[in-house]
């Protein structure tokens, strides 16, 4: 039982999400234990994942290259620990609401276990499968109210996701021919001598690969079916889209490009970081921009993670340790802050009746628990010393001085002050007076009598997040503990 | 033309459908093409000329090791890939079902006012 942990913390989940939408009895409780029960499997790894050791399992027994295996080291352990957090938040605020049916939580269970296994697996076609499986759950969340425009936003989701994806596929595809095989070890062994002869065909599945995943995560030209799609979602869908799905691209991005194209030549030849350090730059400006202009809350929220993932991809550019370590940093803690302010954002929404930021005078003093929540988190996104958000800022900025790039360290602050600029103003409303007593608006979200236990189970998620968030800023090295040999592996992979 | 070329001919075809065409159904139609494309184009990496059926009886495995055949993997490999894109396509003419319940249009022009 013991030897089969790894599969288990992926099937189980999925198995659980089948029996939910057959029986339809005992949703929550099934639903949390088995979330439980993966975060425990997975916790069981850590302490020999930090000792360096690489634990694989291999599906019915068949060796690596043959067979489909798994792999965790430490930083699918990393990426797979974020999900199940979030993921166990996003069913805790979810509980109080009577609208999420079986069919809610069952989608749910199949988004949070096929990212486990898009995270685990160690096979490109598996990939792909899997993550097939986390937009096909995502389309549906996305559309969980069936409005109209929200239906519209997840059509234009699927239609750029599903072309990306056969994007993906054809790379896959065009390795397989070269290299005879689909696990990401053996073709990284082969792929400097099918370099030598066909470097065309490894370029133009570099190419696909983070064309693919650029639009998974929302680079930024191909960053279009985001902030509809964000925003439209249910407050805690779009919490898990904003928090973990968008980063699971960034880790098949990091596992592809730092796991499989990391050999000397390519590194030479085309530079594949350098790919990243520019789109990031222009992702984060740009995200930042349009923030800006923003009328809607959750609409600003989601370009607000457009420009978080430009940094991010910044600091993975700079290919040195401390950007490495800024940005896996930042993947924690931008999944920790975003969820949190998304879960606000839906209890604001509920309060006041409207998703416009100019209609949320006054909220401050009505809810005042809610409205500091926001504030601490919204300093933390800013990256305000205290906070995380500015441990893994500072850390990015001193790899590209470190890199010699300081015109980028330059750029990441004047984004900083654009997102002081957006959030400020959020915050300026909250406690501002309002303008016309509020007549409570029919909203589009929940209606409130819909709700029970509202106290417990909604605000509870943002405090626990809001409380990693304030602990990892007061004590990084806490974080920085749980990041350190991931970044290792990225390093000898590059080395290698 | 090999198949390969054809496969990847195929896949503009059906980018161009899924990003000029003003239907909802038509852009689902292009998908469906994108879909076929790639099956088509994994089944011609693993093709082999003259190649037999991958399947070795007992008795023929003495002399089987002479004969040519064709990759079994790739054609697996599609098996699974069909099945996601049917579902792909079913979970989207789901979702064109309710958007023409909600705006009773197709036309992409004309949902984009709204």
């Known amino acids: 039982m013991l030897n089969h942990l790894p599969i288990l913390i992926i099937i189980f989940p999925l198995s659980i999400a089948f029996i939910i939408l057959l029986f339809k009895k005992y949703i929550i409780a099934l639903s949390t234990f088995s979330i439980l029960f993966s975060l425990a499997s997975l916790l069981k790894f850590a302490p020999s994942v930090y000792k360096g050791q690489i634990i694989s399992y291999h599906l019915g027994g068949w060796p690596a290259p043959l067979g489909i295996s798994l792999l965790i080291d430490s930083l699918s352990f990393f990426f797979a620990l974020t999900v199940l957090l979030i993921g166990m938040m996003v069913i805790i605020y979810s509980i109080p609401d009577k609208k999420y049916n079986h069919n809610y939580y069952f989608l749910l269970l199949i988004l949070l276990s096929s990212m486990v296994g898009t995270i685990f697996t160690a096979d490109i076609f598996n990939m792909y499968i899997l993550y097939d499986l986390v937009a096909i759950a995502t389309y549906l969340l996305i559309a969980y109210y069936q409005h109209g425009v929200a239906l519209k936003a997840s059509f234009n989701y699927l239609l750029m996701s599903a072309v990306g994806l056969s994007l993906f596929l054809l790379g896959v595809g065009s390795l397989y021919a070269m290299s005879g095989t689909l696990h990401i070890a053996s073709i990284s062994e082969q792929l400097p001598e099918i370099f030598a002869h066909n470097p065309q065909i490894i370029i133009m599945s570099l190419v696909l690969v983070i064309t693919s995943m650029g639009i998974k995560m929302a680079m930024v030209p191909l960053h279009g079916w985001l902030p509809d799609a964000h925003s439209l979602a249910p407050s805690p869908v779009s919490a898990i889209l904003s928090g973990v799905v968008v980063k699971v691209g960034l880790y098949c991005l990091i596992r592809l490009i730092f796991g499989l194209f990391s050999t000397e030549k390519i590194l030479v030849n085309i530079a594949s970081h350098y790919i990243l350090m520019v789109f990031g730059a222009i992702t984060l400006l740009f995200g930042a921009m349009m923030a800006l202009t923003q009328t809607d809350l959750k609409r600003m929220l989601a370009y607000s993670t457009i420009n978080q993932i430009g940094l991010i991809l910044i600091g993975l550019g700079f290919n040195i340790y401390s950007g490495f370590e800024g940005a896996l940093f930042h993947v924690l803690n931008h999944a920790l802050l975003k969820s949190a302010l998304f879960f606000c954002a839906g209890i604001i929404i509920i309060k006041t009746g409207s998703k416009k930021i100019k209609e949320l005078a006054g909220f401050g003093k009505k809810n005042p628990v809610v409205a500091f929540c926001f504030v601490i988190l919204s300093l933390g996104i800013i990256g305000i010393p205290p906070m995380n958000g500015f441990v893994s800022k500072f850390l990015i900025c001193l790899a590209a001085i470190e890199a010699g790039y300081s015109i980028l360290a330059l750029v990441i602050i004047f984004a900083s002050l654009i997102t002081a600029a957006y959030y400020f103003r959020v915050i300026q409303i909250f406690y501002s007076e309002p303008i016309q007593p509020n007549s409570n608006l029919p909203n589009i979200d929940v209606a409130e009598n819909s709700l029970f236990w509202d106290k417990y189970f909604r605000l509870w998620p943002i405090y626990i997040l809001t409380g990693f968030s304030l602990m990892l800023g007061i004590l990084p090295s806490l974080g920085l503990s749980l990041i350190r040999p991931a970044v290792k592996i990225l390093l000898l992979n590059i080395i290698k | ?114």
């Open chain 2, 1 to 114: 033309m090999t198949p390969i070329n054809i496969s990847l001919l195929l896949f503009m075809i059906g980018l161009y459908g899924v990003i000029s065409k003003n239907n909802l159904i038509k852009k689902i139609i292009g998908l469906a093409i994108i879909n076929a494309s790639v099956v088509l184009f994994f089944i011609a990496i693993g093709y082999r000329e003259s190649g037999l059926a991958p399947i070795m009886s007992r008795s023929e495995a003495v002399d089987s090791a002479n004969k040519i055949f064709v990759n079994p993997i790739p054609q697996a490999l599609m098996l699974t890939a069909i099945v996601v894109s049917i579902s792909l396509t079913a979970v989207a003419l789901a979702l064109v079902v309710k958007i023409y319940s909600k705006y009773k249009t197709l036309d992409v022009q004309k949902l984009y006012e709204e």
